[in-house]
C-alpha cells in the first residue's frame, strides 16, 4: 500500500511560481509512474504531468507545457511540480497519484494541495 502527501500549495499572483511536492511511503518508489492532476470548481479532474519510475520519460498536457515541470528524486521519495507563470486558469486543487509499472491503472491519491492564483 502506497500513501502519497502533497504540499506546496497556497495563494500567488498571476505570473509567479510555486513547487508542490509529493512524499510517497509504503512501496518501491521507483516502481511506480507518477502524474500529477489537478481538478478546478465545478469542473473534471484533469491530467496535468506525468514522470516515469526513473525520472527519464516525462509528458505535459498543452495546456501547461512550457510553464510546469515535473521531476523526481527516488532516494526520497519526492515527485516535484516546479510551476511558473502561473494563470488564474491554474486554479485547482492538485493531486499526485501513483501507478506501479506492472497495472495501468492509478490506484494511489494524494488528499490534494490547493493553489490558487489571483489575477
Known amino acids: 500500500q502506497v500513501q502519497l502527501v502533497e504540499s506546496g500549495g497556497g495563494l500567488v499572483q498571476a505570473g509567479g511560481s510555486l513547487r508542490l511536492s509529493c512524499v510517497a511511503s509504503g512501496g518501491t ?3 511506480y509512474t507518477m502524474r500529477w492532476f ?4 465545478g469542473k473534471e479532474r484533469e491530467f496535468v504531468a506525468e514522470i516515469g519510475g526513473s525520472g527519464g520519460s516525462t509528458g505535459y498536457a498543452d ?3 512550457g510553464r ?3 521531476s523526481r528524486d527516488n532516494a ?3 515527485v516535484y511540480l516546479q510551476m511558473n507563470t502561473l494563470k488564474p ?7 499526485c497519484a501513483a501507478r506501479h509499472w506492472i497495472v495501468t491503472a492509478y490506484n494511489y491519491w494524494g488528499q490534494g494541495t490547493q493553489v490558487t492564483v489571483s489575477s
Open 89 to 95: 486558469e491554474d486554479t485547482a486543487v492538485y493531486y
Open 76 to 78: 526520497k521519495n519526492t
Open 68 to 70: 510546469f515541470t515535473i
Open 38 to 41: 489537478r481538478q478546478a470548481p
Open 29 to 31: 518508489f521507483s516502481s
Open 63 to 65: 495546456s501547461v507545457k
